[in-house]
């Protein structure tokens, strides 16, 4: 019972440095999405500091009962609660400013006190009985609160994906494959019945707290790999004898295969929800009703309004709703549609006509009268919501004006050949405002400043 528990509690974790690194790549960091997912990653890192200590804190030596380990808990969560106290009165009031006062010195000296202060944290921990690692993951915070953080970044980046390839490999040393291919069967087994039961748990919660099924769903297979962690915290239970070995090479491997496969599903994800509904659309379609009608419906008198020459804009998130606002103040008809029903029931008090629902949908766009009107604006991010909706809405008015927004050069060549009329590139663009104005400091002629622009558009294929 007590090591099914304590299975549990490091199975519980998301990858954050999995995760975090897709989302970047991905250049879905700003989006609502890689937001929500990003913030649920970071507040199960800071859950590492109850979890270690809940697993250094019980050992085989002990008669467990559950009384016993329920005040072992409690003694945890207690502790975990004074640091992470602790952390925040420090890293809010004493380590910036004292950081501070030493980067104004020297850059040597500074280097030192870094190195210094990471060892006097760790003896710190010592000192009051709590687990190095967790002394170790506390400096790491604290040094993030600096201004001098960036600085400090960059003295250890070098070594950053050395540290993470000699973890991977000293975890990979300890699975046996030949000794476990007799219970490979039972590992994949485990290892799906564990994406299933945690990706759903994450569905039914967002779905819950009234997400779009797009939404959830995506957040489901940003989440349901387990955390780098759990091979620390297994790791701690095998030398407290709290788990066998077999046990403990059985959970590392199961932890490996998830985060392997995390990169492909990810990538996969809007194909996969496509096939999803699909496959609930031909074989259950009363299910597919109650997402349509029920999980997915918009309450918008949307077809009260006669719409014609209208402008729709797909994404109300900081591009859509600036562009929302622009069209608003010249008395330019829109619809704005967004997934995202917390931003959906903000606009709607604001007097914006929004619709909430999944912008690659079909019949969303045909809800939004796309037949009927004259621009189309993609402010969504996501490469694949931006290619269905430009297909979607081709079929249904071919004529259509479309302008979107697109971050890499190989998407801006795709969108074109989809029939985008306009490509907006921001960071391209926040470059050129950024020239524009070195120009005019540097008072160039107008016309001069008109020729180079023109070079640099033409050079990045506008």
């Known amino acids: 019972m ?71 808990i409690f003694i945890s969560l207690v502790k975990s609660g004074i640091i992470i106290t602790g952390l925040f009165y420090l890293g809010q009031k004493i380590i910036p400013y004292l950081f501070n006062r030493i980067a104004k010195g020297s850059r040597e000296l500074f280097n030192l006190f870094i190195i210094l202060f990471i060892f006097f944290i760790t003896y710190l921990s010592l000192l009051l009985n709590i687990p190095t690692l967790i002394g170790i993951f506390i400096a790491g915070i604290l040094l993030a609160q600096t201004l001098e953080h960036h600085h400090i970044f960059t003295q ?18 300890n699975i046996r494959i030949f000794s476990e291919i007799t219970i490979l069967p039972k590992i994949f087994l485990f290892t799906f019945l564990v994406i299933f039961v945690k990706a759903l748990i994450i569905l039914l919660i967002f779905l819950f707290l009234k997400f779009h099924t797009r939404a959830s769903f995506n957040l489901a297979l940003y989440l349901f790999q387990i955390d780098e ?52 659309k031909r074989y259950l379609p009363f299910l597919e009703n109650y997402i349509s009608y029920k999980l997915d419906s918009d309450k918008s008198p949307i077809d009260e309004i006669d719409l014609k020459n209208h402008v729709v804009i797909c994404g109300y998130g900081r591009i859509g709703s600036y562009i929302g606002r622009s ?9 704005a549609i967004d997934y995202n029903l917390y931003i959906v029931e903000k606009a709607k008090k604001q007097g914006i006509n929004i619709i909430y629902g999944d912008p690659s949908d079909i019949d969303i766009l045909d809800y939004a009268q796309v037949d009927e009107a004259r621009v189309l604006i993609l402010a969504v991010p996501e490469r694949n919501i931006q290619e269905a909706i430009i297909l979607n809405a081709k079929k249904l008015n071919k004529d259509i004006f479309i302008i979107s927004r697109a971050h890499k050069q190989q998407d801006q060549i795709r969108m074109k050949d989809l029939g985008v009329n306009i490509i907006i590139q921001p960071e391209f663009e926040a470059a050129l405002s950024i020239i524009k104005k070195i120009y005019l400091l540097h008072r160039l002629d107008k016309e001069e400043i008109v020729n180079k622009i023109k070079r640099l558009k033409i050079e990045h294929g506008i």
């Open 2 to 72: 007590l090591t099914s528990f304590l299975i549990g509690i490091a199975l519980s974790s998301s990858s954050t440095t999995l995760v975090a690194k897709i989302i970047q790549d991905r250049g879905e960091e700003s989006s609502f999405l890689g937001e929500i997912a990003m913030g649920i990653l970071l507040f199960q890192d800071i859950a590492f500091i109850p979890f270690m200590i809940i697993f250094t804190s019980i050992t085989d030596g002990k008669e467990i009962t559950f009384l016993k380990l329920f005040v072992e």
């Open 156 to 173: 250890i980046r070098p070594m950053r994906d050395l540290l993470a390839v000699i973890f991977f490999v000293y975890i990979g040393t």
């Open 229 to 280: 962690d759990a091979f620390i915290l297994m790791s701690t239970a095998l030398l407290n004898n709290l788990v066998s070995n077999e046990d403990y090479l059985f959970i590392i491997t199961s932890v490996l295969i998830t985060l392997i496969i995390t990169p492909i599903l990810i990538r996969k994800k809007d194909r996969l929800y496509k096939n999803i509904r699909g496959l609930i």
């Open 327 to 335: 069209l608003m103040m010249a008395n330019i008809p829109y619809i």
